[in-house]
């Protein structure tokens, strides 16, 4: 097991594995490669090239995978990222913070409560797969005397720009998939991505069987359920 990169936490463990009815997967890392790119960067109220480096200086304090891939992308294009304040990343949404005085939010599209989103847009990009995170302001005249935890929506907030990425299923998920099912077991994937993206990931993998939208502190509450 060693050898082929599995880890047995002790021999109970490797007991029960012959009772498995039900098996439930994380998407990335798992289902994925784990290695996101950022595909697609669309503009609305700014410049691709300042949306990108607004992104890029929020995520520069997160440690999630789809912040590597903003990241990367701007240390590709060459960007000098400006410093982010009163940063805070709220789990399963997304971060917030003051650039350059303003203050920004990127997160998942439901994050925005009654802002006005390009909706065909972002249901396009998660048809083909893709993580939407989208990139707002703060419209508001007083927005200098709000903290970064504060929501931004409504009349208040401006979107700025929608952003796309992409993480590819390993080349050996569909198969491995496929002989679980064969030994019948059902394949359940769980995910903090929303519906739509889910389905189409679910759909490559051959799994009929998916959760979406579960944020991180739920999922051991969606195995146990």
């Known amino acids: ?10 021999a109970e463990a490797l007991e029960h594995a012959e009772k498995i009815a039900v098996l439930a997967v994380d998407k990335t890392g798992t289902l994925t490669s784990g290695e996101p790119l950022l595909t697609d960067v669309l503009p609305l109220a700014t410049s691709a ?56 939010r990127l997160g998942a599209a439901d994050a925005f409560a009654g802002l006005t989103l390009p909706e065909k847009l972002i249901g396009q ?27 931004i929506g409504g009349d208040a907030g401006v979107v700025l720009a929608v952003l796309a990425i992409a993480d590819p299923l390993r080349a050996t998920s569909g198969a491995a998939v496929g002989r679980l099912k064969a030994m019948g077991i059902r394949v359940v ?29 739920e999922k051991a509450a969606a195995v146990n359920a």
Do not use: C, Y
């Open 125 to 151: 990009l998660q048809r083909a797969g893709k993580t939407v995170v989208v990139l707002a302001e703060d419209g508001r005249q007083d927005g200098e005397n709000r903290g970064a935890g504060d929501a």
């Open 189 to 217: 994937m769980l995910t903090g991505d929303h519906q739509t993206t889910a389905a189409a990931i679910a759909n490559d993998a051959g799994i009929d069987d998916f959760r979406a939208g579960v944020l991180p502190g």
């Open 49 to 104: 090239d300042e949306a990108l480096l607004l992104a890029a200086a929020l995520e520069q304090g997160s440690e999630h995978p789809l912040a590597r891939a903003i990241l990367q992308k701007a240390q590709a294009s060459g960007l000098a990222l400006p410093v982010v304040e009163q940063f805070r990343a709220i789990p399963g949404r997304g971060v917030t913070g003051r650039v350059g005085g303003r203050l920004l």
């Open 1 to 10: 097991g060693a050898a082929a990169g599995i880890l047995v936490k002790n």
